[in-house]
Structures are given as C-alpha cells and as structure tokens.
C-alpha cells in the first residue's frame, strides 16, 4: 500500500520556508530563482495558491504555486512552479496538487490555467498532456535565458505554454478517467516530423519536415533528456534544435499540441490543424 500524503495549503512561516528549500533540493544549490518564503507568503495571502504534498511525518515532498491576475478582463491562474523531492517522484503527488490548485480555483470563478514546461521533458509532459488534459498553442524560445540549474544547462530554457481549462467537459472526462490519453499504438498511422535513429552513443533526431500538409503530425522527443545529455551534450542540443524548429513551424500554420503518449525510448507529442 502506497504510503499516505496530505495535499493542502501551506500555512506556517516555517513551511514556506521548506517550500524555498525545496526549490534548491530539486533545481541545485547554485539555483538563484528561488521563490522566497516572504513572496510565497505574500501571495497566499492576495489570492494565489501555495500547496504542499506531506508525507506522514510532515515531511513537504512536493509543492504547486501560482498567481492569479487577468488577460483581457477574464481572470487566468499562472502557475509558476510544480516540484516533486527527489527520490518521491512516480507516486502521482504532480497530479494531485494540481487537482488540489483546480479544487480552490474553481470557487472563485477561475477556469483558465497556465503555465510553461519544457517540452523536451517527458515526464512533465505526460503529466501535463494525458492526465491533466491541457493543451498548447504556444513556444518560446529561451524563455528564461541561462539561469543556474543543472537540468537547464546545455539545452537552454525553451517552453511550451500550456492552457487548462479546468472547467471545460476534455478535462473532467480526462480527469474522471472516462476519457484516456492515446498509446504509442494508437497514433501508428500519424505521419513523424522528426523520425529519429539510434547511433551508438544514444539517440538522434532527424531532420524535422515541416512541410507536411495534414490534419495530424507528432513530433518526437527521447523519454530521457536529462539522461541523454548525461551520454551526449552534443546529442541532446540537437534535440533542441530540431524540435524547436518543428514546433514553431507547424504551431505558426495553426496547429495545436492537444496530447502526448510514451512509446518505448521516446515520447510523441500530438499536433492538430485548427479547422
């Protein structure tokens, strides 16, 4: 039996300041965009979400923060950050403190959700595409600049913005679990942008297409980034360069990014034509 952990909001001065430790322990010590204890605070305080994920002894092993402020006179939460500690990951704690952030939002009438990620994470992508149901329209290129994070080095901070709406009928049924994300198996059919081949010193993109004139396209990325540049920093900023190039090719013509689905060594991201 899976060990128990309580979702709820932070309260006290010294959870706030385990949440700003907590940054450190998951982005590095040399990490200088932590989000202080006081601004964390401040902004529970005026309306934004600071959640923690504690185990049985109290322990905070993942947090979710954000702010909420307008986008056209329609209220929007920016969740800024989601960490899970080392070594507690694959324990579906990501997706409960998202549920929780949704459970306090939705009372006070806000149904659009956003934030960014790193497209060429897997794992967050899974999270964020096939459980959670958001969607994406947007990349940014070296949205952050270089900052100090071991898991930014060598690859730069490119994003995809993502959008849940919290209220919509995709993701209560994605949620509910009446409605699953697509397999690998699923998607056989789907012409590749980025078909890739394996070398000997791990796994390569191919050159993106970006001509394809279909209703439906994946891009690929490899299942383990992190590891990947481990074997090859060479490697792995191809892997930038090519599914930057793709992304923003194909999301300027129309498309969306509306799923992702593992498929052994890589992950597939699903793009469809508006219209």
């Known amino acids: 039996m899976a060990p128990p952990y309580e979702i709820r909001s932070l309260v006290t001065p010294a959870e706030f300041r385990a949440c700003a430790?907590?940054?450190r322990e998951v982005w590095g010590e040399r990490y200088t965009e932590v989000v202080p204890a006081s601004l964390l605070m401040a902004a529970q305080r005026l309306g934004g979400v600071v959640a923690g994920a504690f185990d049985a002894r109290g322990l905070l092993v993942g947090f979710v923060f954000g702010l909420t402020g307008e986008d056209g006179g329609v209220p929007v939460h920016w969740s800024d950050t989601l960490a899970v500690r080392p070594g507690f990951q694959n324990r579906q704690l990501g997706t409960r403190l998202k549920l929780f952030q949704r459970e306090l939002l939705l009372p006070r009438g806000v149904t659009r959700v956003q934030w960014t990620f790193d497209p060429?994470?897997?794992?967050?992508?899974?999270?964020?595409?096939?459980?959670?149901?958001?969607?994406?329209?947007?990349?940014?290129?070296?949205?952050?600049?270089?900052?100090?994070?071991?898991l930014h080095e060598g690859i730069?901070?490119?994003?995809?913005?993502?959008?849940?709406?919290?209220?919509?009928?995709?993701?209560?049924r994605r949620l509910s679990g009446e409605e699953r994300s697509p397999r690998g198996c699923d998607l056989a059919d789907v012409p590749v942008v980025n078909a890739p081949r394996r070398l000997p010193c791990g796994l390569l993109s191919g050159e993106p297409d970006i001509s394809l004139n279909v209703s439906r396209v994946l891009i690929t990325i490899p299942a383990d980034i992190q590891g990947l540049k481990a074997l090859s920093a060479e490697l792995a900023l191809d892997w930038r360069r090519k599914t930057r190039a793709a992304f923003m090719a194909y999301l300027d013509r129309g498309y969306q990014v509306v799923e992702f689905a593992r498929a052994g060594d890589v992950g597939r991201y699903l793009l469809l034509r508006d219209g």
């Open 120 to 150: 060429l994470e897997s794992r967050n992508a899974y999270l964020n595409f096939a459980r959670l149901g958001v969607e994406a329209r947007e990349y940014r290129a070296d949205l952050y600049g270089e900052t100090d994070s071991a």
């Open 21 to 23: 430790d907590l940054q």
């Open 156 to 172: 730069g901070t490119d994003r995809l913005v993502a959008s849940w709406e919290i209220a919509s009928e995709r993701v209560r």
